[in-house]
């Protein structure tokens, strides 16, 4: 079985541009979630989408950050503009159900000069 | 909200010596409990979760920890650790109601020595 895919793996931008991740969760997960993940911290989670509804995004900067995840399937969040505080491992994950265990990807690891 | 606490950030072991790596977390209502584990070079994955039940928890790899309600603790422990258990493990906490509304602490670095 394949697990939760991420691109790109790694991303240096500078201040104020735009960027944008994927992820693909495991077939038929139907929840997926995006953390991020500052060095030296634990996982935070941004925001849990159930199929292509968002659960909650109470954590997410919208003032910069946005994820969609259209049929239900892939996603992508995006950061525009950036800030050199969101250098940082961004994680998708995917469960089965909202209560599933949860399967993480490798990352994106973001690096913001 | 929630919280969740690990006190130790890095800790060094030699191989066969006993693990106990501690956890505790804040809210008032019931809770869902769980232990990742990252190894070097790897994805974060479940090591091991507690939703209701028996508070003694057994994980993969001979990992076990135990809820302890009075004292909002979630401990993991091992009785002899090896050279390919050096990762990092982070515990996590959600709402009973919001199984997979974790909250993650800011996670163990553990190193075992051959």
């Known amino acids: 079985e394949a697990g939760v895919a991420q691109s790109p793996r790694y991303k240096i931008i500078e201040k104020r541009q735009s960027v944008a991740f994927w992820c693909n969760p495991i077939?038929?997960?139907?929840?997926l979630y995006w953390y991020q993940q500052i060095l030296g911290q634990g996982p935070k989670l941004l925001i849990q989408?159930?199929?292509?509804?968002?659960?909650?995004d109470s954590q997410l900067p919208k003032d910069r950050f946005s994820a969609e995840r259209l049929k239900g399937v892939d996603s992508t969040l995006k950061i525009q503009p950036a800030k050199l505080e969101d250098s940082a491992v961004y994680l998708c994950?995917?469960?089965?159900?909202?209560?599933?265990?949860?399967?993480f990807g490798p990352g994106t690891r973001l690096l913001v000069l | 909200a929630q919280s969740v606490s690990q006190h130790n950030h890095h800790v060094i072991l030699s191989e066969a010596a006993s693990l106990e790596l501690g956890c505790n977390y804040s809210?008032?209502?019931?809770?869902?409990l769980f232990w990742y584990v990252q190894y070097p070079g790897q994805h974060l994955q479940l090591l091991l979760k507690y939703f209701s039940g028996d508070p003694l928890v057994k994980g993969i790899k001979g990992f076990e920890a135990e809820f302890i309600k009075s004292k909002f603790s979630f401990n993991l422990r091992k009785p002899s650790v090896q050279w390919s258990d050096t990762a990092e493990y982070f515990c996590a906490v959600s709402p009973g109601n919001a199984g997979n509304m974790l909250t993650f602490g800011g996670g163990t670095r553990l190193m075992v020595k051959p």
């Open positions: 809210y008032g209502g019931t809770v869902n």
């Open positions: 994950a995917s469960s089965l159900a909202p209560d599933g265990t949860q399967y």
């Open positions: 077939s038929g997960h139907a929840t």
């Open positions: 989408f159930q199929n292509n509804g968002v659960v909650d």
